[in-house]
């Protein structure tokens, strides 16, 4: 069984940065995809950001230029930096592993930018 606990939420001003965790737990070996999505108040859950195993990565139009997706494999851990934090990127973040045998979310952390 695979866990994924996020963490590095919170309240940043406009302009600001964020890094965001993902600790994945359990047998996590042949994984396809990592992923970011976010989901704001009344809206539905997109993808924001997404690392494959091959290295390929994508990024929504939206965050392009300011969020990066890496991967620490020592760790077991995936992150998106955030920079140059706008209003709009205000959401639930949510890491998702997508493995051969199945798909895995975490439990999401939010983030607030407001001044």
């Known amino acids: 069984q695979v866990q994924l606990v996020e963490s590095g939420g919170g309240l940043v001003q406009p302009g600001g940065s964020l890094r965001l965790s993902c600790a994945a737990s359990g047998n996590s070996f042949g994984w396809n995809a990592m992923s970011w999505y976010r989901q704001a108040p009344g809206k539905e859950r997109l993808l924001v950001a997404q690392?494959?195993?091959?290295?390929?990565?994508y990024y929504a139009d939206s965050v392009k230029g300011r969020f990066t997706i890496s991967r620490d494999n020592g760790k077991n851990t995936f992150y998106l930096q955030m920079n140059s934090l706008k209003l709009e990127d205000t959401a639930v973040y949510y890491c998702r592993l997508d493995r051969l045998l199945g798909i895995h979310w975490g439990q999401g952390t939010h983030v607030t930018v407001s001044s």
């Open positions: 690392l494959t195993n091959g290295g390929n990565t």
